[in-house]
């Protein structure tokens, strides 16, 4: 069963486990395990090794043995997989001989020195060098996509070889295009303008990038289930979001990968937010984030302070919100800094103190923080927490318009309308209060609202 905290259980001792201690069957994903004793014991009297299976592969027959699950082309160093497994990685760069994953990994970590099938060093120098000649004196055959994909990253880093995105798009396509799993996320990035902003990038589409990601996905690679699912929430041009499809891959994502952060941090704002297919649900989104936020995760803990401090999802614990807010201003976390800023203004679940807040507001607007920039403006204009700098307060308030926050034109019109801390200047009032207008100022409509008669 998924879900976070205590909601998955060991397959062969049957014991219940946390989120970041089960880890899943690396070569079927279906079932998770508490120790990797579990895991032999299961694989070796538990009976999953007659029905363990590759994604894709045969369904098990009414006997529990697998159609085909023997592999077809066994890995030359355990015997039991398929040489390429679902990452499609494990390839020796001097003979082209193919290996499962995990066994590749292990010679690469240090267990072995020496490719078993040609004897020569693992290596990785000159892999460009070595794999180029793979691709000119071999035929094609299987090791061909893992040769294609080794040089485009090659091309994509410059490791042996001057960089050439161009070149680089032309391995992946052909590597991803036979099926490799990590060519074909490595493509979508390329193609993907969210994640590539290089200036010699090639032609970008985002809707080839989510069908390279899905494609991916479909194998079981974690990095393109995240990926895709965060393309579906975030939807692109011409597209609406597909909220009940991200969910569903960012929960996939979330239970192991390098992205699985990521992916629980996603789903909290998707369960936080809510949205067509997926409703909202302030208990799972405060259980994803507060999951982040126990593993150190700024985001997270950032929003689970949110959710504290309102109550939402959880009973609210104004105190253990200025504890999140804190952890997260800490390591850079803007809206954290604005809203402990918030905090110590109102003295909520802490002492009210103008000067710590005028510090974090200037910490967030330094890094564009729209809402605090405007803030910042309105204690330099009336000296709260610090000296009264009215050329800054202007500064920074036409900042935090340009940063999307139109009550700050507002309030420009009213400091040039009244007398007080700037002079009078009928122009330049008329010019901002036509920007609150066109830009709807929620404060300039309810002034509009409270003058209707």
Request: net charge positive.
């Amino acid at each position: 069963k998924d879900g976070v905290g205590g909601g998955l259980v060991c397959a062969h001792c049957k014991k219940s486990g946390e989120l970041d201690t089960m880890k899943r069957c690396g070569r079927c994903h279906r079932v998770t395990y508490c120790s990797p004793a579990c895991q032999k014991a299961h694989w070796k009297r538990g009976g999953h090794k007659s029905v363990c299976k590759l994604p894709g592969s045969p369904e098990p027959t009414e006997s529990g043995a697998a159609v085909g699950s023997e592999p077809k082309f066994p890995c030359p160093i355990c015997l039991s997989r398929e040489d390429l497994g679902p990452l499609k990685t494990g390839m020796c760069q001097s003979c082209g001989q193919l290996f499962c994953d995990d066994c590749y990994t292990g010679y690469m970590q240090g267990k072995a020195k020496q490719c078993p099938c040609c004897r020569v060093t693992f290596s990785l120098h000159d892999i460009f060098k070595s794999t180029s000649a793979i691709q000119t004196n071999r035929s094609p055959g299987r090791h061909t996509p893992a040769v294609h994909f080794s040089l485009a990253q090659c091309y994509r880093f410059g490791r042996g070889t001057s960089k050439n995105l161009a070149e680089c798009e032309r391995h992946l396509r052909l590597a991803a295009n036979s099926g490799h799993g990590n060519a074909q996320v490595m493509l979508g990035q390329l193609l993907d303008p969210r994640n590539n902003t290089e200036s010699d990038a090639p032609r970008q589409d985002a809707s080839e990038a989510e069908r390279y990601y899905l494609l991916a996905a479909t194998q079981g690679l974690p990095d393109a289930q995240f990926l895709i699912g965060k393309s579906y929430m975030d939807g692109r041009r011409g597209v609406p979001p597909r909220l009940a499809e991200a969910e569903r891959w960012l929960r996939l994502a979330a239970d192991t990968g390098s992205r699985a952060s990521e992916a629980r941090t996603n789903l909290g704002v998707l369960y936080e937010t809510g949205g067509p297919g997926v409703p909202r649900d302030y208990t799972a989104a405060a259980r994803y984030y507060r999951f982040g936020a126990e593993k150190g995760n700024p985001i997270c803990q950032s929003n689970y302070g949110r959710l504290l401090m309102k109550g939402r999802g959880v009973p609210q614990d104004q105190r253990a919100a200025v504890q999140m807010y804190t952890l997260a201003a800490d390591s850079g976390v803007a809206p954290a800094q604005h809203n402990l800023a918030i905090a110590y203004m109102n003295g909520t679940g802490v002492r009210a103190d103008l000067h710590k807040a005028r510090s974090l507001l200037e910490l967030a607007a330094a890094q564009g923080h729209g809402l605090a920039t405007m803030q910042l403006g309105s204690l330099n204009v009336s000296g709260a927490g610090g000296p009264c700098d009215i050329v800054e307060g202007v500064r920074l308030f036409e900042a935090a318009g340009e940063l999307g926050q139109p009550d700050a034109w507002f309030h420009l019109a009213q400091m040039y309308s009244e007398s007080g801390s700037q002079p009078l200047d009928t122009e330049k009032a008329m010019k901002y209060m036509r920007r609150a207008h066109d830009e709807r100022s929620p404060a300039y409509l309810q002034l509009m609202q409270g003058a209707s008669p």
